[in-house]
């Protein structure tokens, strides 16, 4: 996949200015995570991304060939069972029943959620609903994996094997550009990182580089209110 260009974006709602001439590179593989303070600018930087929002202005280049899925924050699950919530991903691909069954099961064994196959979507916990979300997204195989806050919700053990999920569907190719404020998981999990402030990209580079040693103050703000980085420097 190619890789993703925010030119001068700009995004007005309701007359306040959420996206200020947003200029991003986004590079074609590996995991890229969006940062920043609350109203920054990050949800609605992967809402327009993914088409969910227009921009007021400025040029959006995402490939147009790219298979996309997006994990909300609050995942968006139908009232019908686990294994008819990953399955209703599979209905644009075409696939066969077979197949469609296989990829389900194989996806809901991956979250460790085979056992619940059957049992209502709805009645999952905020962490059950965020890792049937994630099985569905894996189970497309999506060449991009637009992720907010995908483990906000969820427990240690959860947590970490929804972040080996994300590593493996980036080391198999899925582009994934994913918000945290869970600086830690940043460190873990991304190449590179983007921060945010007030609609616009203030820093862009590895992630460690950018993490210990950021250049610009808003950055440097940021990440100073976030995190003690001595536990972070010390975990490499």
């Given at each position: 996949?190619a ?67 997006f ?13 008819a ?48 979300a ?37 080391a ?37 580089t ?6 610009t ?20």
């Amino acid at each position: 996949m190619a890789g993703i260009t925010l030119t001068d974006i700009r995004l007005v709602l309701n007359r306040t200015t959420i996206l200020d001439s947003l200029s991003l590179a986004i590079p074609p593989s590996g995991i890229t995570a969006l940062v920043g303070p609350n109203g920054a600018g990050k949800s609605a930087t992967l809402r327009v991304i993914d088409g969910l929002l227009v921009p007021t202005g400025g040029s959006l280049r995402v490939p147009g060939a790219a298979r996309r899925a997006f994990v909300f924050q609050k995942p968006a699950l139908i009232r019908a069972s686990a294994a008819a919530n990953v399955a209703l991903g599979l209905v644009p691909l075409s696939l066969s029943r077979a197949e469609r069954r296989e990829r389900t099961r194989a996806a809901l064994a991956r979250v460790g959620l085979a056992h619940r196959a059957g049992d209502p979507a709805t009645r999952f916990s905020g962490g059950e609903q965020q890792r049937l979300a994630l099985a569905r997204a894996w189970a497309a195989r999506p060449d991009l994996l637009l992720l907010d806050e995908p483990t906000a919700n969820l427990d240690p053990s959860a947590t970490e094997l929804v972040e080996a999920l994300i590593a493996e569907m980036a080391a198999e190719g899925t582009k994934v550009v994913l918000v945290s404020h869970n600086l830690a998981q940043v460190a873990r999990l991304a190449a590179d990182v983007i921060v945010l402030a007030r609609g616009r990209a203030v820093e862009h580079g590895p992630t460690r580089t950018t993490l210990l040693s950021p250049r610009t103050p808003e950055a440097r703000a940021y990440f100073d209110g976030e995190l003690p980085w001595t536990s972070l420097a010390a975990a490499s």
